[in-house]
């Protein structure tokens, strides 16, 4: 099924958001809108200090607050079994020792929790909360990335070791070459919800979880580790999560103290994050600071590259990312050396953030190219074309699929690239300068594993049952119009159970596998729905039978409009419901765990993205007029969340850009932007008409479907396309993110 499309907003998708009504509506209930009998309300108490150890702590006054029940510290906290192993349960990204929350006196970081305060209202705990006092013995602390470059050293681990493909540091020989710096500061999730947790045991042996995570099986796992519960004895519940971006990748030191703050009272205890820790407890996008030298040949061709990173990571933690990979096989190029270096620093510790380690490497890849491009006098699509890479370079193998060139095409067009002048800053209207960029995204097209039960139902109705969450992208959406399209039925006669463990294992949501992982398990349970009816359809005395006498097999058969017929024969026909009755049925039931098999191919998911904007020269204001962003995502199961997900992408592009930067005050080791008023991220108003192009060709390799992810790519490539569009409108090169109108003036 190649479909190439503009995604057109004004056409109808005959499959709308499942749940979409009720998520705007308000009647799906998040986490802390769950509502237990006898409920008690958590709140966590931060350190104000950086680094150091706590002397002393005082909780008499808060224990005495009306409605407190308990107060947890380093001095009482009961045990957690797990803890005390020597490696936490809250699941590292890398290498290091986790956080184990009120394990001691050790302070890490600025507000890392030095109590957990539990109330039996809201309102009081928060009061009781602000009467807790700690006396620190302070320490030392480091906060800023770029004054401690030299405390770098190699992530742990043989993936990190130094990229060296041909000559090292080859790009020093080519006759034309850039040298340039990038760098761009500390971004945070903060999704609309906040990070919370309601934790209830159901007796000392069984514990209920709602909470905000990617992944169900993950954080059962991760609290089954903690406290030596076996997996079966915890449920976790995620069935709704009003956005995530990565922060909900692992399980967090606040939801381990939620589990121990419910089991302390005796009581389900609700632990709601307050906005401003969701800037200090939950991770963030690590600052990074780049380097890249490249060189190409006078007419283009490129000679090498070098790709050196630095980036933060916690004093107690290895967070790494794929910040440098992208440069080892995006373009053809005989010598690329790439070097990724970790600075320790008095912060949480990072955790993935939408497009990792890609997005923040691209801005320097692609800005780099862009720089180039202007040396050679060429344009930045030709001079991508020239190094076309038309097998992997890096692995030296050939991709599952790559329309990159589709996209760059596509994508031209629509942004209407013909008007965009070689020369920088000779494109005028009134006061505005006019400029055009465009910037590459890769990132690996994953497929994990995941089992789905499929149940055909009395009425016609399919039933689909899977762990899998959705942090917003429309993963039961998916799920609906992969089966509607195998079994020919119509969405409202799909129903999805999902999110929460006890249902057929899923996959977590991250590394944008879902649509590939858990649409190719739907497909092939179908398959086997499939399988078993023509089986039904065979036997003696069946009409399709006495059609077919040699047998009924699946690709006699065509699945429409809720029915069954016989391809050659269209008259003889079965509803759903006929072949159950008939068959003496109440249902018919198939379960399939789908994975993903090793070949021989590289799979990428790609994406261009295209700009224009103006810069208002009195004032160094940037107006984005438009932006095309296109992708080679396989085939496009469900277009109008797939195009949802490549606009929200380009947002948070055009964010990471202009706007994100968690300021940090150095004297003392804390953000000072620690709100939604200060952290500035687009609103309506920042944001363009934003028109989606998707090639829409099978990938043949990856699933039956075709469909490789779309989630990362979708924000890949914004910023440099956004930097580079900058420079075309004013000839300033900005190297440094967020482009804000003092930069530019
Ligand atoms: Mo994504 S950063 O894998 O949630």
Same mark, same amino acid.
């Given at each position: 099924?190649?479909? *190439?499309?503009? =995604?057109?907003?004004?056409?109808? %998708?005959?499959?709308?958001?499942?749940?979409?009504?009720?998520?705007?509506?308000?009647?799906?209930?998040?986490?802390?809108?769950?509502?237990?009998?006898?409920?008690?309300? $958590?709140?966590?108490?931060?350190?104000?200090? +950086?680094?150091? @150890?706590?002397?002393?702590?005082?909780?008499?006054?808060?224990?005495?607050?009306?409605?407190?029940?308990?107060?947890?510290?380093?001095?009482?906290?009961?045990?957690?079994?797990?803890?005390?192993?020597?490696?936490?349960?809250?699941?590292?990204?890398?290498?290091?020792? #986790?956080?184990?929350?009120?394990?001691?006196?050790?302070?890490?970081?600025?507000?890392?929790?030095?109590?957990?305060?539990?109330?039996?209202?809201?309102?009081?705990?928060?009061?009781?909360?602000?009467?807790?006092?700690?006396?620190?013995?302070?320490?030392?602390?480091?906060?800023?990335?770029?004054?401690?470059?030299?405390?770098?050293?190699?992530?742990?681990?043989?993936?990190? *070791?130094?990229?060296?493909?041909?000559?090292?540091?080859?790009?020093?020989?080519?006759?034309?070459?850039?040298?340039? *710096?990038?760098?761009?500061?500390?971004?945070?999730?903060?999704?609309?919800?906040?990070?919370?947790?309601?934790?209830?045991?159901?007796?000392?042996?069984?514990?209920?979880?709602?909470?905000?995570?990617?992944?169900?099986?993950?954080?059962?796992?991760?609290?089954?580790?903690?406290?030596?519960?076996?997996?079966?004895?915890?449920?976790?519940?995620?069935?709704?999560?009003?956005?995530?971006?990565?922060?909900?990748?692992?399980?967090?030191?606040?939801?381990?103290?939620?589990?121990?703050?419910?089991?302390?009272?005796?009581?389900?205890?609700?632990?709601?994050?307050?906005?401003?820790?969701?800037?200090?407890?939950?991770?963030?996008?690590?600052?990074?600071?780049?380097?890249?030298?490249?060189?190409?040949?006078?007419?283009?061709?490129?000679?090498?590259?070098?790709?050196? +990173?630095?980036?933060?990571?916690?004093?107690? *933690?290895?967070?790494?990312? +794929?910040?440098?990979?992208?440069?080892?096989?995006?373009?053809?190029?005989?010598?690329?050396?790439? @070097?990724?270096?970790?600075?320790?620093?008095?912060?949480?510790?990072?955790?993935?953030? @939408? $497009?990792?380690?890609?997005?923040?490497?691209? =801005?320097?890849?692609?800005?780099?190219?862009?720089?180039?491009?202007?040396?050679?006098?060429? %344009?930045?699509?030709?001079?991508?074309?020239?190094?076309?890479?038309?097998?992997?370079?890096?692995?030296?193998?050939?991709?599952?699929?790559?329309?990159?060139?589709?996209?760059?095409?596509?994508?031209?067009?629509?942004?209407?690239?013909?008007?965009?002048?070689?020369?920088?800053?000779?494109?005028?209207?009134?006061?505005?300068?006019?400029?055009?960029?465009?910037?590459?995204?890769?990132?690996?097209?994953?497929?994990?594993?995941?089992?789905?039960?499929?149940?055909?139902?009395?009425?016609?109705?399919?039933?689909?049952?899977?762990?899998?969450?959705?942090?917003?992208?429309?993963?039961?959406?998916?799920?609906?119009?992969?089966?509607?399209?195998?079994?020919?039925?119509?969405?409202?006669?799909?129903?999805?159970?999902?999110?929460?463990?006890?249902?057929?294992?899923?996959?977590?949501?991250?590394?944008?596998?879902?649509?590939?992982?858990?649409?190719?398990?739907?497909?092939?349970?179908?398959?086997?729905?499939?399988?078993?009816?023509?089986?039904?359809?065979?036997?003696?005395?069946?009409?399709?039978?006495?059609?077919?006498?040699?047998?009924?097999?699946?690709?006699?058969?065509?699945?429409?409009?809720?029915?069954?017929?016989?391809?050659?024969?269209?008259?003889?026909?079965?509803?759903?419901?006929?072949?159950?009755?008939?068959?003496?049925?109440?249902?018919?039931?198939?379960?399939?765990?789908?994975?993903?098999?090793?070949?021989?191919?590289?799979?990428?998911?790609?994406?261009?993205?295209?700009?224009?904007?103006?810069?208002?020269?009195?004032?160094?204001?940037?107006?984005?007029?438009?932006?095309?962003?296109?992708?080679?995502?396989?085939?496009?199961?469900?277009?109008?969340?797939?195009?949802?997900?490549?606009?929200?992408?380009?947002?948070?592009?055009?964010?990471?850009?202009?706007?994100?930067?968690?300021?940090?005050?150095?004297?003392?080791?804390?953000?000072?932007?620690?709100?939604?008023?200060?952290?500035?991220?687009?609103?309506?108003?920042?944001?363009?008409?934003?028109?989606?192009?998707?090639?829409?060709?099978?990938?043949?390799?990856?699933?039956?479907?075709?469909?490789?992810?779309?989630?990362?790519?979708?924000?890949?490539?914004?910023?440099?396309?956004?930097?580079?569009?900058?420079?075309?409108?004013?000839?300033?090169?900005?190297?440094?993110?967020?482009?804000? #109108?003092?930069?530019?003036?």
């Amino acid at each position: 099924m190649d479909k *190439e499309f503009f =995604f057109d907003k004004q056409a109808k %998708d005959p499959i709308e958001r499942v749940g979409g009504r009720a998520k705007v509506t308000g009647a799906a209930l998040y986490t802390a809108d769950q509502q237990f009998q006898n409920l008690a309300y $958590g709140f966590l108490v931060g350190s104000t200090v +950086a680094k150091g @150890r706590i002397k002393s702590i005082d909780t008499k006054a808060a224990e005495r607050a009306p409605g407190v029940l308990a107060v947890i510290t380093h001095q009482n906290a009961p045990k957690i079994p797990g803890y005390q192993t020597g490696r936490d349960p809250a699941k590292p990204p890398t290498a290091g020792q #986790p956080l184990r929350i009120f394990y001691n006196e050790e302070i890490f970081y600025y507000d890392q929790p030095i109590a957990l305060v539990i109330a039996d209202t809201y309102e009081r705990v928060l009061h009781a909360a602000k009467l807790v006092k700690a006396q620190y013995e302070k320490g030392v602390f480091q906060t800023e990335l770029g004054s401690n470059l030299a405390k770098a050293k190699i992530p742990t681990g043989p993936r990190f *070791e130094d990229y060296k493909r041909g000559e090292v540091d080859g790009y020093k020989n080519a006759p034309v070459k850039v040298e340039q *710096e990038y760098y761009h500061p500390i971004e945070v999730h903060n999704p609309m919800e906040l990070g919370n947790t309601l934790a209830h045991w159901e007796s000392d042996q069984k514990l209920m979880v709602y909470t905000k995570t990617q992944g169900v099986e993950a954080t059962r796992k991760s609290i089954s580790d903690a406290f030596k519960l076996p997996p079966e004895n915890i449920t976790v519940h995620a069935e709704q999560i009003g956005g995530a971006f990565g922060m909900g990748l692992r399980t967090w030191p606040y939801e381990i103290a939620a589990v121990m703050g419910a089991q302390k009272v005796g009581r389900p205890l609700k632990l709601v994050l307050h906005r401003e820790q969701m800037f200090t407890n939950v991770g963030y996008r690590p600052a990074t600071q780049q380097k890249i030298g490249i060189g190409a040949t006078p007419d283009g061709k490129l000679v090498g590259i070098t790709h050196e +990173a630095y980036a933060n990571t916690s004093s107690y *933690e290895e967070f790494t990312e +794929a910040t440098v990979n992208l440069t080892q096989f995006l373009y053809a190029c005989p010598n690329v050396t790439t @070097r990724y270096r970790l600075v320790p620093l008095n912060m949480c510790t990072p955790i993935w953030m @939408r $497009g990792p380690g890609e997005a923040t490497g691209s =801005f320097a890849l692609e800005s780099a190219m862009d720089e180039l491009a202007f040396a050679l006098n060429l %344009d930045p699509i030709e001079l991508r074309n020239r190094n076309h890479a038309d097998v992997d370079p890096e692995k030296n193998q050939p991709w599952s699929s790559k329309y990159l060139t589709e996209c760059f095409q596509m994508g031209a067009e629509k942004i209407g690239w013909k008007n965009r002048k070689l020369q920088p800053r000779t494109a005028q209207e009134g006061d505005w300068l006019v400029g055009y960029g465009m910037g590459t995204g890769a990132f690996g097209a994953m497929r994990w594993a995941a089992t789905v039960k499929a149940r055909l139902q009395p009425d016609g109705s399919l039933l689909l049952q899977c762990s899998v969450n959705d942090m917003g992208p429309g993963t039961a959406t998916m799920m609906t119009a992969v089966a509607t399209e195998a079994m020919g039925l119509t969405p409202a006669k799909v129903r999805i159970q999902m999110g929460s463990t006890g249902l057929p294992p899923g996959p977590t949501q991250g590394g944008s596998n879902v649509t590939a992982t858990v649409g190719a398990a739907v497909n092939d349970v179908c398959t086997a729905l499939k399988e078993q009816i023509a089986t039904l359809l065979s036997k003696e005395g069946s009409r399709f039978h006495t059609a077919n006498v040699h047998g009924v097999k699946v690709d006699d058969l065509l699945f429409a409009e809720g029915a069954v017929s016989l391809k050659q024969n269209p008259a003889i026909k079965m509803t759903y419901t006929e072949l159950l009755q008939q068959n003496g049925l109440s249902v018919l039931e198939q379960t399939r765990e789908s994975k993903g098999q090793q070949q021989q191919y590289s799979m990428y998911s790609f994406s261009v993205h295209f700009v224009k904007l103006r810069v208002h020269k009195p004032t160094g204001r940037i107006k984005i007029d438009h932006v095309v962003s296109c992708a080679d995502a396989g085939t496009i199961v469900s277009p109008t969340t797939a195009a949802s997900q490549m606009i929200g992408g380009a947002v948070g592009g055009i964010g990471m850009a202009m706007m994100e930067d968690l300021v940090i005050d150095h004297r003392f080791g804390r953000p000072i932007n620690n709100n939604l008023a200060d952290y500035h991220v687009p609103v309506n108003a920042d944001i363009p008409n934003v028109d989606v192009v998707f090639v829409g060709k099978k990938d043949p390799y990856i699933n039956q479907m075709g469909s490789k992810g779309l989630g990362e790519i979708a924000l890949i490539g914004m910023a440099p396309a956004i930097a580079n569009a900058v420079f075309n409108a004013t000839g300033k090169r900005i190297r440094t993110l967020p482009i804000t #109108p003092d930069k530019l003036m």
